[in-house]
């Protein structure tokens, strides 16, 4: 039995104080979650957010992670630096990086070697746009990203990877995939691995379902059998909302 995993991701939001204010909030709220509970923030508020998540069972994860180790990368930020920070979590490819930041799939399996041999924990995002589900190409779209961003990872570092399938069309819209295209088109990613890797490496793999999830739709989406968790936007900016995701309420 895979173990779901609820994640936030605050994208540009919260300030290192607000972000402390944010997991304290939450702290009480999900002590008896049964998902794994993360919260990708920032990374100018990792610190505050691992210090306000000390004695809870809530993670903290970055939102993006460079591929060197270190050297002349203006701006960026290595995978050594961001677990020396305390988080344990990456986002990696998020959809919102690869339309405005130019993220590829090259990169993002960059980007995932370079964390897992750091000891972070990526969640790799993966996911068509309207045009592409219209036309019929999302099962190969999708297992495409997914194998690309795996290359060169040991079967026993696969089984350690989250995957959020993340439809583009359902990001910050309010549209929703429905439970049954969310659970199918997850089911397609899980077989790709498994043709690939294995059964018992696809099995174990945790693949979250991403997109305008929030307290009323938490519940069907989580009964689906494919549906390992979720990747939250927009909810997972007031305690309140991110809390009832977690526990699976409305
Ligand atoms: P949303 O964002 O929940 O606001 O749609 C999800 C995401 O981009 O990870």
């Given amino acids: 039995m895979r173990k779901p995993i609820i994640a936030g991701n605050w994208k540009m939001n919260k300030t290192p104080?607000?972000?402390?204010?944010?997991?304290?909030?939450?702290?009480?709220?999900?002590?008896?979650?049964?998902?794994?509970?993360?919260?990708?923030?920032?990374a100018v508020d990792i610190a505050a957010a691992v210090e306000a998540a000390k004695g809870s069972k809530i993670a903290v994860g970055a939102q993006n992670?460079?591929?060197?180790?270190?050297?002349?990368?203006?701006?960026?930020?290595s995978a050594d630096m961001i677990k020396a920070a305390g988080a344990t979590y990456v986002i990696i490819g998020h959809s919102e990086r690869r339309q405005y930041f130019g993220e590829t799939?090259?990169?993002?399996?960059?980007?995932?070697?370079?964390?897992?041999?750091a000891g972070l924990n990526p969640i790799i995002c993966v996911g068509e746009n309207k045009a592409q589900r219209e036309a019929g190409y999302?099962?190969?779209?999708?297992?495409?990203?997914?194998?690309?961003?795996?290359?060169?990872l040991t079967p026993a570092q696969?089984?350690?990877?989250?995957?959020?399938?993340?439809?583009?069309?359902?990001?910050?819209?309010?549209?929703?995939?429905?439970?049954?295209?969310?659970?199918?088109?997850?089911?397609?990613?899980?077989?790709?691995?498994?043709?690939?890797?294995?059964?018992?490496?696809a099995n174990a793999v945790r693949i979250q379902y991403g997109g305008s999830m929030k307290p009323s739709n938490v519940k069907g989406l989580m009964a689906q059998e494919e549906i390992d968790g979720g990747l939250i936007g927009g909810a997972s900016l007031k305690a309140e909302d991110f809390a009832k995701v977690v526990n699976y309420e409305d």
Avoid: M
């Fill in 158 to 201: 696969i089984k350690k990877v989250v995957i959020a399938y993340e439809p583009v069309w359902a990001i910050g819209t309010g549209l929703t995939a429905t439970d049954e295209q969310a659970n199918e088109t997850i089911g397609v990613i899980r077989k790709a691995i498994a043709r690939k890797y294995g059964k018992g490496v």
């Fill in 138 to 152: 999302t099962d190969a779209l999708v297992e495409y990203q997914t194998l690309i961003a795996l290359t060169g």
């Fill in 65 to 77: 992670v460079h591929f060197k180790e270190s050297g002349a990368y203006t701006g960026e930020l």
């Fill in 105 to 117: 799939d090259e990169t993002v399996n960059l980007r995932t070697v370079a964390a897992v041999n």
């Fill in 17 to 42: 104080k607000e972000a402390k204010e944010l997991v304290e909030a939450l702290k009480p709220l999900v002590k008896d979650a049964k998902a794994s509970v993360v919260v990708c923030v920032p």
